[in-house]
């Protein structure tokens, strides 16, 4: 990137580690294994790392409602009333599971989007690569988003002053929650790519705010260079922003057990940075991505392309970089299903 000022990873412990468990497609190592990998290829000086606190539960209050913020502050109280936090508010679903620390790690996720946010205003790029709960509602979780981080870190733009924001969201999902928060305010512009026929199937319509692009599974780098080229960096072009939130889209790549585009990491990393180029001020948020190797390997070689003077990234990883892919489980992904390049090169 141009900036003069090395990229931040913003991140915090709590993170490192998943709080899903059995079935669920994010009980996966994801950002714990990235920083891991980073460490061990010295990719990440001290200086490049920043880890935000927890936001309050005024901070909360400015999108979500009184009484969802109440249902996530006391979830985890044995005396909380289970089927109305289900029903309600939808916590403790298959898909959006009550765990010990909720209230804490949504909190903490608020809390380190908005000091994300307010760093990048600084010029410098930054990677929240736990952000990206797109999904969540003020009223209710959603698609494994019990907050939404992006709506806060756009919002604290708003609120600073800028007044042309773009949120661009290459996740395979739309983003539903970030879209509809913005509805009807013309200093936001959404542009969202998505998987026709996949949850939660709405976005097949732009509107004055929200460009959708709803592809079909099997999407893959040259339709994706055509879309990028012909249509969103001409349409940001147009909206000239002063600042771009992007979605890093990991379960877009090819191999998704949630999805079916088969994009490669050079060529999602190649939009993302094209994207990223359309405004002085960027952030980066990881979202979606269920087969945790690629997650792992198109951030790493994302974090690398960043540097002001990008990092090679090597034909063949070091033994200790692969050794901690060869760690990764995931519950989708039988191990006999594990490419073997998933554990030897990043793209
Ligand atoms: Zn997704």
Redesign the pocket.
């Known amino acids: 990137m141009t900036q003069g000022l090395s990229p931040l990873l913003v991140s915090h412990p709590v993170f490192h580690t998943p709080r899903h468990t059995g079935r669920h497609p994010l009980a996966i190592r994801r950002v714990g294994a990235l920083i891991d990998l980073l460490q061990t290829l010295h990719w990440l000086a001290p200086d490049q790392y920043h880890e935000g606190t927890a936001a309050s539960r005024e901070t909360l209050l400015r999108f979500h409602t009184a009484a969802y913020v109440d249902a996530l502050q006391s979830a985890n109280d044995p005396r909380a009333d289970l089927t109305m936090l289900r029903e309600t508010f939808k916590i403790g679903t298959l898909d959006n599971p009550l765990y010990p620390g909720l209230y804490e790690r949504t909190a903490l996720l608020v809390g380190n989007a908005l000091a994300a946010a307010e760093l990048a205003l600084q010029r410098r790029t930054v990677f929240f690569t736990a952000g990206g709960t797109h999904h969540g509602r003020p009223d209710r979780a959603s698609g494994f988003c019990f907050t939404n981080d992006p709506v806060f870190a756009l919002s604290h733009w708003l609120q600073r002053g800028l007044s042309r924001i773009a949120y661009v969201d290459f ?3 739309h983003g539903d929650g970030v879209e509809d928060a913005f509805a009807s305010d013309p200093r936001v512009l959404c542009i969202s790519l998505h998987e026709q026929k996949r949850w939660p199937n709405s976005g097949q319509h732009s509107t004055p705010t929200a460009l959708n692009f709803a592809v079909p599974s099997g999407f893959d780098d040259p339709a994706l260079a055509v879309l990028l080229d012909e249509h969103i960096l001409p349409a940001l072009d147009r909206f000239a922003p002063e600042a771009i939130l992007v979605m890093s889209g990991a ?1 877009a790549l090819k191999g998704d057990p ?2 079916g585009l088969a994009l490669s990491i050079p060529a999602l990393r190649a939009a993302l940075l094209a994207t990223l180029s359309r405004a002085p001020i960027s952030m980066i948020v990881g ?3 269920y087969n945790p190797w690629n997650a792992v390997r198109h951030w790493a070689a994302l974090w690398a392309a960043l540097q002001i003077d990008p990092h090679p990234v090597p034909d063949r990883l070091p033994s200790a970089a692969r050794l901690i892919l060869e760690e990764l489980e995931a519950p989708r992904i039988p191990k006999s299903r594990v490419a073997p390049e998933w554990l030897d090169r990043l793209d």
């Open positions: 996740d395979a999902h379960d949630l999805c979202g979606g991505g």
